[in-house]
């Protein structure tokens, strides 16, 4: 037993005096570092996602142009060249309406909905 304690007395994290004036201000100190990393990290969380949010931003507004650019050339050039009859055509619009509602509601559902910032404390 006396060769625990011994060992016990020598261990890296246990000072001579727990109490004493120095390793309070040692724990103050890493406390203060600790909140700043914090800050830190929760500053460049919100930028990432600013800039994840733009960019996603940009992609669906290409993405559903050129969706709907599509679906209007096939509507006006529809009697000429490609001859769909009105049931293809209505699919054609419902799926596409459909389509873009989802691109919406899925990719900004996370992005735009704000608690991945309220969660961090």
């Known amino acids: 037993m006396k060769d625990i304690n011994s060992a016990m007395g020598r261990m890296p994290d246990q000072s001579g ?5 120095e390793s309070f201000e040692r724990a103050e100190f890493q406390k203060k570092e600790f909140l700043l990393d914090l800050e830190t990290a929760k500053i460049s969380r919100f930028i990432a996602n600013t800039t994840l949010r733009k960019q996603m931003s940009y992609w669906a507004s290409a993405t559903i142009s050129i969706w709907l650019l599509i ?11 490609f ?9 054609l619009i419902t799926t596409t309406t459909v389509n ?15 608690k991945s910032e309220i969660t961090i404390k």
């Open 17 to 21: 005096t727990p109490n004493s004036q």
């Open 71 to 81: 679906v209007a050339y096939i509507l006006v050039n529809n009697n000429d060249k």
């Open 83 to 91: 001859c769909l009859s009105d049931s293809v055509l209505n699919t």
């Open 100 to 114: 873009v509602i989802g691109i919406i509601l899925i990719c900004f559902r996370d992005l735009f909905n704000g």
